[in-house]
């Protein structure tokens, strides 16, 4: 009985691993014709966001809108366009929210900095708790010497 | 009294970051064009049941016109369906149907069976004038204006509401010429 529940322990796992790795393989990311421009697409998709799925990239992503998109991009690249042509596309299109990295500007400054800020914040605030703490041992040794010297 | 005066701050903070955020953004899913106040993107595209037919940005020039992304594997655009329709028969402004990465006898079917709403369904089988027009999910409405260029983007279905409030006020004082 022992045995046939872990074969189908087994088994079930494995059916689970196969569908994992056909769901990842579910859709063709295009080959491009060099080398150098294959490496240079595959950057590119894993920058993009799918519009349609907002926390993919366009690599990651079987919707129609990305696998659109990644041909925009196959199509610039053997074009001769620049990698910072094509982002300047996209943004042109879509607006900043397309890229993964938003450039730094007015209008997106505080999401560069906004973890910075918070981290300050969480230092200060251990700081604090610190000190308190320290003091608050110090206060206990002060008892505990008096104790003792009574 | 201090103890409480920090949590409470940076509380208030969050807060108002998040008000800001909510306020500026009445439907999350909805993002405002990259293209406002630029020129629509050039496009040429054959027109839906006579494909003979081509539809160029420059046919349009010279008045506002709306732009509607519709599919028929698109559900909200049936939703929207009746208010396209109603927005047809005031005779306002023309609506240029973009029919996204549909099939040609789906559509055409579509209409025949729903109405049509639109003054000229232009045909994007392969997505790439969407892709120019910065579409990211059916529906979404256009407002351009005589000049050429994109005023407003709605996303989502068309509502009397949004047509009146987004659309309508945007034509110039004392209608069209």
């Given at each position: 009985?022992?045995r046939?529940?872990?074969q189908?322990?087994?088994?079930?796992?494995?059916?689970?691993?196969?569908?994992?790795s056909?769901?990842?393989v579910?859709f063709d990311?295009?080959a491009?014709?060099?080398?150098?421009?294959?490496?240079?697409?595959d950057?590119l998709?894993?920058?993009?966001?799918?519009?349609q799925?907002?926390?993919q990239s366009?690599?990651?992503?079987?919707?129609?809108l990305?696998?659109?998109?990644?041909?925009?991009?196959?199509?610039q690249i053997?074009?001769?366009?620049?990698?910072?042509?094509?982002?300047?596309?996209?943004?042109?299109?879509?607006?900043?929210?397309?890229?993964?990295?938003?450039?730094?500007?007015?209008?997106?400054?505080?999401?560069w900095?906004?973890p910075?800020?918070?981290?300050?914040?969480?230092v200060?605030?251990?700081?604090?708790?610190?000190?308190?703490?320290?003091?608050?041992?110090?206060?206990?040794?002060?008892?505990?010497?008096?104790?003792?010297?009574? | 009294?201090?103890?409480?005066l920090?949590?409470?701050a940076?509380?208030?903070a969050?807060?108002?970051?998040?008000?800001?955020?909510?306020v500026h953004?009445?439907?999350?899913?909805?993002?405002?064009?990259?293209?406002?106040?630029?020129?629509?993107?050039?496009?040429?595209?054959?027109?839906?049941?006579n494909?003979?037919?081509?539809?160029?940005?420059?046919q349009?020039?010279?008045?506002?016109?709306?732009?509607?992304?519709?599919g028929?594997w698109?559900?909200a655009?049936?939703?929207?369906h009746?208010?396209?329709?109603?927005?047809?028969?005031?005779?306002v402004?023309p609506?240029?149907?973009?029919?996204?990465?549909?099939e040609?006898?789906?559509?055409?079917?579509?209409l025949r069976?729903?109405?049509?709403p639109?003054s000229?369904?232009?045909?994007d089988r392969?997505?790439?004038?969407a892709?120019?027009?910065?579409?990211?999910?059916?529906?979404?409405?256009?407002?351009?204006?005589?000049?050429?260029?994109v005023?407003y983007?709605?996303?989502?279905?068309?509502?009397?509401?949004?047509?009146?409030?987004?659309?309508?006020?945007r034509?110039?004082?004392?209608?069209?010429?």
């Amino acid at each position: 009985m022992k045995r046939y529940c872990r074969q189908v322990v087994l088994a079930l796992l494995g059916a689970w691993l196969l569908g994992v790795s056909l769901h990842s393989v579910a859709f063709d990311i295009e080959a491009m014709p060099t080398p150098a421009q294959q490496k240079r697409y595959d950057a590119l998709i894993h920058e993009l966001r799918c519009m349609q799925c907002q926390n993919q990239s366009i690599a990651d992503s079987p919707v129609g809108l990305a696998e659109d998109l990644r041909r925009d991009v196959r199509e610039q690249i053997i074009a001769g366009k620049s990698d910072a042509e094509i982002r300047e596309s996209m943004v042109a299109r879509y607006g900043n929210v397309i890229l993964f990295r938003p450039p730094f500007e007015p209008s997106t400054a505080w999401v560069w900095l906004a973890p910075f800020v918070l981290l300050l914040v969480g230092v200060v605030v251990a700081v604090r708790i610190v000190r308190q703490r320290t003091s608050m041992v110090a206060e206990d040794d002060s008892i505990v010497n008096d104790e003792t010297q009574r | 009294m201090s103890r409480f005066l920090i949590p409470a701050a940076i509380f208030l903070a969050l807060a108002g970051v998040l008000y800001v955020a909510v306020v500026h953004s009445p439907n999350k899913s909805t993002m405002q064009s990259a293209l406002l106040g630029k020129p629509v993107p050039e496009f040429s595209l054959p027109v839906l049941g006579n494909p003979g037919l081509t539809l160029t940005k420059a046919q349009l020039a010279g008045r506002p016109w709306v732009m509607n992304v519709w599919g028929t594997w698109c559900a909200a655009c049936r939703d929207e369906h009746q208010t396209l329709l109603d927005i047809a028969g005031q005779n306002v402004l023309p609506l240029v149907g973009l029919n996204w990465k549909d099939e040609d006898d789906a559509a055409l079917e579509w209409l025949r069976q729903l109405g049509n709403p639109y003054s000229v369904v232009a045909v994007d089988r392969d997505g790439r004038t969407a892709i120019d027009f910065g579409v990211y999910g059916a529906p979404e409405t256009f407002f351009v204006d005589a000049d050429g260029r994109v005023q407003y983007r709605h996303v989502g279905a068309m509502t009397a509401e949004v047509w009146q409030r987004e659309f309508l006020s945007r034509l110039p004082r004392g209608g069209l010429p």
